[in-house]
């Protein structure tokens, strides 16, 4: 089996600090010559969904071209190096990872499972409220009794809505992908849980639970996880996502870039071809179906199918020529709302974090009213705080003695300033925050770099920065989103984006899927196994 590339125009022979692009072979971007199509499979975008479906793809034979507009892989997922001698390694924005079972039997399956270390974490998350702090464990019998030990006057109602969580989740895993009409009253019958709670937030089933404000908002912490507050976040997604996070989390040493090069070799090493710096122009469409790419130096690459890890803003208003998309789904589209967007800040310290006992995550919220810490938090206020000490978890991402963190604020993309004009005061702010955590952190700082929302748009071309891809509400939960299929023949969607939903490891279970739906409909449906883990009961 051929050796394939990565290859990357105009950086000949030169070494980026971002890992992505450390990968470069010196090499110069070369037109694939191939008689007739120069790939069978083509992915836009190096999100965590298209190289896991190029991956896979590239293990059962077909010939794959990835194109990446920056200069490193991953997306979201991109880690980068800073410091005066790249010392520091920073995950802008996955810092856990939940589900083994499925990271490691997909990264077996391509042979590269070695090229990753898990590390586990016993810790999900530490909430901080006004005068108030706890721990929750990453095991799902220690999450619930940490609740119930904190208000045990509530332990029945507190009982009743994690396990209501654990078993929509049951019921959403065990939901085929794709659902026909004519089978929707055995799904109802099969998923009356999930059916039932389809239009629910978060708040609705507190309510429905529990009396105490104290022990609903101490539940209802990680809807930071979903961009919005209780009286706004899906149940759907809060139940599956708090769920399959109280088992087996980890992280991944060296940041969670080693997967991203894992599947990039996975795919180069089958004689696919990744090309980074170069942008795509446009999807040419010929009677309704795909037949390619145009980049933007005008060069022409064709293909059977192409697999689009762009927004679909980006695919289906600049990508795909407008006459090839139907009205219908337009106006779909201009219906839905894109998620908020993120202020992240870098930093390092020589502050001696060590037997400080922290855990990984630690959510800092302004006042125990979620909605109250929303309203901050839309007047660019930062109500709510994510820090990060992701040395403590893998000391490989800092030098011994000093320790990296990660703070970001979920936040508008537009708070009514201009971001460069606010830039400096809303990273002082984060400072004080970790300050607050980690008292004296910033007495002995030794390096400090911010991001705003138009740094993160920038980065992933997402509209208006979103990181959650849209909005996490019931009114846009995985049932609403399109399909990895589109109007356009051999044109899918490889992303958060999609009805199988957003975060890191749906987006993962993305590329799976749109992966098995090629194979399908080319004849091949058992070429890849069924990776999907079953949760515990």
């Not at 170069?278 to 005008?298: C, N």
């Not at 460069?420 to 910033?442: H, M, N, W, Y």
């Amino acid at each position: 089996m051929g050796q394939g590339s990565v290859l990357s125009p105009g950086r000949e022979g030169q070494h980026d600090e971002r890992r992505g692009a450390a990968r470069v072979d010196g090499v110069r971007r070369q037109a694939v010559t191939t008689p007739e199509r120069d790939a069978d499979v083509i992915v836009i975008g190096s999100g965590i969904a298209g190289l896991t479906a190029g991956a896979l793809l590239a293990e059962t034979g077909r010939r794959v071209l990835l194109c990446e507009q920056s200069q490193g892989l991953g997306g979201y997922a991109h880690a980068f190096q800073r410091g005066d001698r790249g010392q520091y390694t920073f995950d802008p924005a996955v810092h856990l990872l939940a589900d083994q079972q499925l990271f490691g039997g997909v990264l077996e399956h391509l042979g590269v499972r070695d090229r990753c270390t898990f590390i586990p974490s016993e810790h999900f998350y530490r909430a901080i409220l006004p005068d108030y702090e706890i721990d929750l464990p990453a095991d799902r019998a220690g999450f619930l009794e940490a609740h119930v030990q904190a208000f045990p006057h509530e332990a029945d109602g507190i009982r009743g809505f994690w396990k209501m969580c654990q078993t929509v989740h049951r019921e959403a895993h065990d939901m085929p992908p794709a659902l026909h009409l004519r089978d929707l009253d055995a799904a109802v019958a099969a998923a009356p849980n999930l059916f039932r709670y389809r239009r629910a937030t978060v708040a609705d089933v507190l309510d429905e639970y529990l009396d105490d404000p104290r022990a609903k908002s101490v539940c209802a912490v990680p809807w930071q996880y979903l961009g919005v507050p209780p009286s706004q976040a899906a149940f759907q997604t809060f139940a599956q996502l708090t769920t399959v996070h109280t088992d087996d989390l980890f992280a991944v040493e060296g940041g969670v870039e080693r997967i991203i090069d894992a599947l990039a070799d996975a795919i180069t090493s089958r004689g696919g071809t990744i090309l980074t710096g170069t942008l795509v122009e446009g999807i040419m469409v010929e009677d309704g179906r795909a037949l390619g790419v145009t980049l933007a130096d005008g060069q022409e690459l064709r293909a059977d199918w192409v697999l689009s890890g762009a927004d679909p803003f980006q695919t289906f208003e600049r990508l795909v020529p407008a006459d090839q998309v139907p009205a219908r789904y337009q106006r779909k589209l201009s219906r839905m709302r894109v998620s908020g967007s993120a202020f992240l800040l870098f930093a390092a310290s020589t502050l001696d974090l060590s037997g400080w006992d922290l855990p990984h995550q630690i959510f800092s919220h302004a006042s125990w009213d979620h909605e109250e810490s929303y309203r901050l938090t839309l007047a660019g206020e930062f109500g709510v705080t994510w820090i990060t000490p992701t040395s403590l978890l893998d000391p490989s991402v800092a030098p011994p003695g000093e320790h990296v963190v990660v703070c970001k604020a979920i936040t508008p993309y537009d708070v009514g300033t201009p971001w460069p004009e606010i830039k400096d005061r809303c990273t002082q702010k984060l400072l004080g925050e970790i300050d607050a955590v980690l008292p004296g952190f910033s007495d002995e700082l030794t390096f400090v770099e911010s991001a705003t929302p138009l740094t993160v748009e920038r980065f992933s071309l997402n509209r208006r920065g979103a990181i959650h891809s849209w909005e996490q509400t019931p009114a846009h939960t995985e049932s609403k989103r399109p399909t990895p299929q589109t109007p356009v023949d051999n044109l899918l969607l490889c992303n958060q984006w999609t009805s199988i939903g957003g975060s890191f490891l749906r987006s993962f279970f993305a590329g799976i899927m749109t992966a098995q739906i090629v194979l399908d409909r080319s004849g091949a449906p058992d070429q890849l196994p069924d990776f999907r883990a079953v949760p515990q009961a």
